[in-house]
């Protein structure tokens, strides 16, 4: 008889346990992706799958942090960031756990996703050349390296090298060149500065607009933006290195995190993040690339023309990051 009681009391607490769920199913998401980029695509979700998505936003250092304060007591289930400087910091210090999933791998190419599978890119960024289209004719421009030259003294500008795109993006041409030839291309562009290096994207643009400089470096989203308050400027954006291993790419992407209390949830939301549905809703709301490449862009970010991008995996972002913050700092570009 108490073998009975015992039995049935198990049962009752299995079913109210699977009751509870089925009627609270959630899921939280850290995101350094802003708060508007991200609201309608778990609405859609919680639309689709019932499962509500809580989530806290700010800046990546800082969810980092707080995942690793928390430790297994996160309520994170997914850290969504940008920069695979970011995502590969963050598998490196143990807080994303590997994903096996062939949803995942198919639809995300294999250079934009970490290789032991903890973290996967969403979104693709090209950081590419923008130019006057005053004063620069898009035959002179060529590659990265070729900001380098002298015939761009006074012309060029750059953001600061202490944001993360600009060490990614140094820390790949490490990768393809080894630190000797980086370091005089970096010497060269900071040889170039028509002015001290701006706090962001935007600036660069609008100094080269006000007619402080010709050309600069930046991500293709923050040109969109420009352009989308008003569509007559004279800028534009140039693809480098075409004949050689292409344009700089980078990504905003996720990871399902070590201490995930729902791992299995985690992993189907960013399935279907990774999906054809999503995969139009979170690129084209910050006008970036799908990373799913059966996705089209939307028609004013296809509109800039398609170009060829660096296949190396982005996880050689991270890998040479702390040499590229160290290369900069040598050849004077702060
Ligand atoms: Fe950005």
Known sequence: MPNLIRSLTIVVIVFLTANSTAFCEQIVVYSARKEHLIRPLFETYTRKTGVKVKYITGKAPVLFQRIKAEGKNTPADMLITVDAGNLWHAAR???????RSSILEKNIPAHLRDSENRWFGLSVRARTVVYSTVRVRPDELSTYENLANPRWKGRLLL???KKVYNQSLVAMLIFEHGEV????IVRGWAKNLAAAPFSNDTKVMQAILAGQGDVGIVNTYYYGR??????SISLALFWPNQDSKGVHVNVSGAGVTTYAKHKVRAIKLLEWLSSEQAQ????????EYPANERVQPNPIVASWGKFKQNP??????GAYQAA????MDRAGYK
């Open 324 to 327: 590229a913050i160290r290369l």
């Open 226 to 231: 420009l352009l989308k308050k008003d569509p």
């Open 159 to 161: 953001r600061t090298s």
């Open 93 to 99: 210090e143990g807080v994303l756990q590997p994903v």
């Open 280 to 287: 139009s809703l979170f690129a084209d709301s910050n006008m």
């Open 312 to 317: 190396i995996n982005l996880s050689k972002a």
């Open 181 to 184: 030839k980086t370091e005089k």
